[in-house]
C-alpha cells in the first residue's frame, strides 16, 4: 500500500507565505506524477501545480508567480511553496500522485488526507 501525508497547512494572513509538503511511502517503485489540487467550499477540485513527465510543471494560472512546486526525489517528497497569499486561495489542499508500486504496471492514482489552508483578509 501506498500513504500520502501532507503537512503546512493553516492559518495565514492576506500576503503571507505557507510551504507545504507531501512525502509518499509505502511500496513505490517509481512516480509517474505528483502535485497538488485544492478545494474550496461549494467549488470543485482544481489542480493548483503538479510535476508531469520528467520535470515538466504545470500551474493554475491563479496561482502563477505566486507558487512554486519543488520535490525531492530521494525522500519521494512534493513541496508547495506559496506565497502572497490571497483569500481566494483558502481551501483544503491535497497531495496527488501516480504511482508504479510494481515494475511494468500500470501506476495508481493515490491520494492524500489533505490540508487547510485559510487566508485571512
Known amino acids: 500500500q501506498v500513504q500520502l501525508v501532507e503537512s503546512g497547512g493553516g492559518l495565514v494572513q492576506a500576503g503571507g507565505s505557507l510551504r507545504l509538503s507531501c512525502a509518499a511511502s509505502?511500496?513505490?517503485?517509481?512516480?509517474?506524477?505528483m502535485g497538488w489540487y485544492r478545494q474550496a467550499p461549494g467549488k470543485q477540485r482544481e489542480l493548483v501545480a503538479t510535476f508531469t513527465s520528467g520535470d515538466s510543471t504545470t500551474y493554475a494560472d491563479s496561482v502563477k508567480g505566486r507558487f512554486t512546486i519543488s520535490r525531492d526525489n530521494a525522500k519521494n517528497t512534493v513541496y508547495l511553496q506559496m506565497n502572497s497569499l490571497k483569500p481566494e486561495d483558502t481551501g483544503v489542499y491535497l497531495c496527488?500522485?501516480?504511482?508504479?508500486?510494481?515494475?511494468?504496471?500500470?501506476?495508481?492514482?493515490?491520494w492524500g488526507q489533505g490540508t487547510q489552508v485559510t487566508v485571512s483578509s
Open positions: 509505502g511500496r513505490i517503485f517509481s512516480i509517474n506524477l
Open positions: 496527488n500522485a501516480g504511482i508504479h508500486s510494481l515494475p511494468y504496471r500500470p501506476y495508481v492514482d493515490y
